[in-house]
């Protein structure tokens, strides 16, 4: 009996490690198997979604070396549905710092990372198993094509924009010209709730963000007119002076260039 008991429980080890062998070596190949089918669907809150996946899309994909478990989590291949209740993937779990790095959205550090299918977040900007790196040519997350991205969501923005000094060197390909991250990756942005100090404070990042370009980028400096030294001289002015002292109603660059309509002072 002993003799018995012990061979059952060896035979129960063997199917429960090669369960879990089953879940833990599915590929892209098996999940393919099913979600390659273009006519593959799912009701979900009386709608019908589409549960295909382009092949070709993910093999050119920067996520083309992970499997599909390793963002789509603890599904069983082995049930069907593979799982009751299907949580978002979560980009944070690789990409912890991405909320951080993309201030200008600051409803990421709310969504805590999730992949969700409406709102801010990082399925809308960067795609889904199509995802490509921005330093592609092809990703419509590349510098040159930012306006275009940026503007599905902003498009009074994009219009602005677009007929500003900025936006016009950007389509002419000028060295130097700046586009939206260029800005907005700085903590730039107001709220129109802060008190004097921080209002300053802003105002200030404003103001070093130009001179980043107008002053220490020797394209734009061979440019500017009138000279560097000019802008330079800002922070001795009355206006530049009386930020440093924490006056945020003291005029900066933004204040009389503008911000995405901006436009020569000639």
């Known amino acids: 009996m002993k003799l018995c008991s012990k061979?059952?429980?060896?035979?129960?080890?063997?199917f429960v490690v090669s369960r879990v062998s089953v879940v833990l070596a599915q590929s892209s190949s098996d999940c393919l198997v099913c979600h390659s089918d273009a006519t593959l669907t799912m009701e979900k809150n009386r709608k019908q979604i589409s549960l295909f996946v382009e092949e070709s899309s993910l093999q050119h994909s920067t996520h083309a070396k992970l499997a599909c478990v390793a963002c789509h989590t603890k599904f069983n291949p082995e049930d069907l549905p593979h799982k009751a209740i299907i949580e978002p993937v979560r980009c944070i779990n690789c990409h912890n710092n991405a909320p951080l790095e993309h201030s200008f959205h600051p409803q990421l550090l709310r969504a805590n990372g999730t992949f969700t299918s409406s709102g801010v977040n990082c399925k809308n900007c960067h795609g889904t198993h199509e995802v490509i790196s921005s330093q592609n040519?092809?990703?419509r997350l590349n510098a040159s094509h930012l306006t275009e991205t940026c503007g599905e969501c902003h498009a009074d923005i994009k219009e602005k924009f677009s007929l500003s000094a900025h936006g016009s060197a950007m389509q002419k390909n000028i060295q130097g010209a700046p586009h939206c991250l260029h800005c907005h990756s700085n903590a730039i942005m107001r709220s129109g709730t802060e008190n004097d100090t921080l209002l300053a404070e802003i105002k200030i990042r404003q103001e070093k963000m130009c001179?980043?370009?107008?002053?220490?980028?020797p394209y734009v400096k061979s440019r500017t007119s009138p000279t560097a030294k000019f802008i330079a001289s800002y922070e001795k002015s009355v206006h530049g002076s009386a930020l440093l002292k924490g006056k945020g109603k003291a005029a900066n660059c933004v204040d009389c260039h503008g911000s995405h309509e901006m436009k020569k002072g000639v």
């Open 7 to 14: 061979i059952l429980n060896h035979l129960i080890l063997i």
């Open 137 to 139: 040519p092809a990703s």
């Open 211 to 217: 001179l980043s370009c107008h002053l220490d980028n």
